[in-house]
C-alpha cells in the first residue's frame, strides 16, 4: 500500500532513495571496484560505461536532470547557509536514526530495508571484518544526513553522486549530458578546468553539490577521526573514489585519506544481505558505541 504523503516528502522522482543507490551499484558491480578506475575498465570501451541514457531506468533518469540542472554553485552556498547553522533540532545519534526511519518511500515496506536496518547491515558487516570501533561507527551513521528529506528536501538536493561546483564538470559524471541545462553552464568562469579554485587546493576549499554527505559532515565534525569524516564527507564522491577525476583539487593528504573513502564504499554498496539485522537485539552494543564517540545531543 503505497503512503500518499510520500512522495510529497521526498520530493520525487524516485520511489525511494535506494534507487539511487541501486544505480549506482549496477556501475560499480561487485569485484570490480579497484582502483584506479582506469586499470578497473582496461576492457570495456569508454562509450559502454558512459552511455547511460538507453540504460538507465525513466525514474532515475529523471532523477539526474534534476540533480544536474539544479545543483549550481549559488544553489550550493545557499544550502550550507541554511543548514549549517544547524538550528533545525536537538537529537541524539540513535534518535536520528529512528528519526531517519519515519521516511516512508514507495517502495514495499515488505521488502525494502528501512533506513535503519541498512545503517546497521552496513555497520555489522564492517563489524565482522574486525575493524576499529570508530569504523563501525562510520557505517552505522553515514546516511543519517538523508534527515534533509524529511525536512522538505527534494532528493536530488540529498542523494546523488556529488561533483564540484564552480569548475567543468568531469564528463565522467553520471548522466552528464543534463549539464547542459545548469545554469552554471553560462558562466566562462565556472567551465575552466579550476573555475574559482586554485590548483591542489585541497578539497575543504572546493564546495561539492549539496547532499546528505555534506550536511552530516558539519554535524559530527567534532566527535570523530580524521579518516571517518572523509568517508562521511565524500562517499557519494564517485567521480574522485572510482573515477579518479578532480585530482587536480586534491592536495597530498586528500589523496592519502581517501584510500580511507574507498574502504570504506564496498561496505556501503555491496552490504546488503538477505536476512534483515535484529535492531533490538543489536541496539544496546551500539548505543555504547555512540555514547563512546558522542555527546548525549547534537545540533542538527
Ligand atoms: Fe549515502
Ligand atoms: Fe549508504
Avoid at 557505517?139 to 561533483?163: M, N
Wanted: proline share 6%.
Amino acid at each position: 500500500m503505497k503512503n500518499a504523503n510520500s512522495f510529497a516528502v521526498q520530493g520525487g522522482p524516485l520511489q525511494s532513495l535506494e534507487e539511487w543507490d541501486d544505480f549506482v551499484k549496477a556501475r560499480y558491480p561487485e569485484g570490480k571496484t579497484e582502483f584506479p578506475a582506469s586499470a578497473r575498465n582496461i576492457d570495456k570501451k569508454p562509450e559502454e560505461f558512459r552511455n547511460y541514457t538507453e540504460t538507465t531506468p525513466p525514474r532515475v533518469r529523471e532523477f539526474y536532470r534534476l540533480n544536474h540542472t539544479y545543483q549550481t554553485r549559488d544553489f550550493v552556498l545557499g544550502k550550507k547557509n541554511q543548514f549549517l547553522a544547524k538550528n533545525r533540532a536537538t537529537m541524539g545519534i540513535w534518535e536520528a536514526m529512528e528519526f531517519l526511519n519515519t521516511l516512508v518511500d514507495d517502495s514495499d515496506p515488505d521488502t525494502e530495508l528501512t533506513q535503519i536496518e541498512h545503517l546497521l547491515q552496513t555497520s555489522e558487516a564492517i563489524r565482522s571484518d574486525g575493524r576499529p570501533d570508530w569504523f563501525i561507527l562510520t557505517g552505522l551513521i553515514h546516511d543519517l544526513g538523508k534527515i534533509l528529506c524529511l525536512w522538505g528536501e527534494p532528493q536530488w538536493a540529498v542523494v546523488g553522486d556529488t561533483f564540484p561546483v564552480g569548475c567543468a564538470w568531469s564528463t565522467k559524471i553520471a548522466l552528464h549530458e543534463y549539464f547542459a541545462l545548469n545554469p552554471d553552464s553560462k558562466i566562462p568562469q565556472y567551465q575552466t578546468r579550476l573555475g574559482v579554485h586554485a590548483e591542489h587546493c585541497g578539497l575543504d576549499r572546493v564546495d561539492l553539490s549539496w547532499g546528505h554527505d555534506e550536511y552530516l559532515f558539519h554535524i559530527v565534525k567534532d566527535h570523530l577521526p580524521e579518516e571517518a569524516l572523509y568517508m562521511i564527507r565524500y562517499h557519494s564522491f564517485y567521480p574522485a573514489h572510482q573515477e579518479g577525476e578532480y585530482d587536480y583539487l586534491m592536495d597530498d593528504h586528500d589523496k592519502e585519506m581517501f584510500n580511507w573513502v574507498r574502504e570504506f564504499n564496498p561496505y556501503d554498496l555491496y552490504s546488503k544481505a538477505k536476512e534483515r539485522p535484529d535492531v533490538r537485539e543489536l541496539q544496546p552494543y551500539y548505543q555504547g558505541l555512540i555514547a563512546k564517540y558522542f555527546p548525549a545531543q547534537l545540533n542538527w
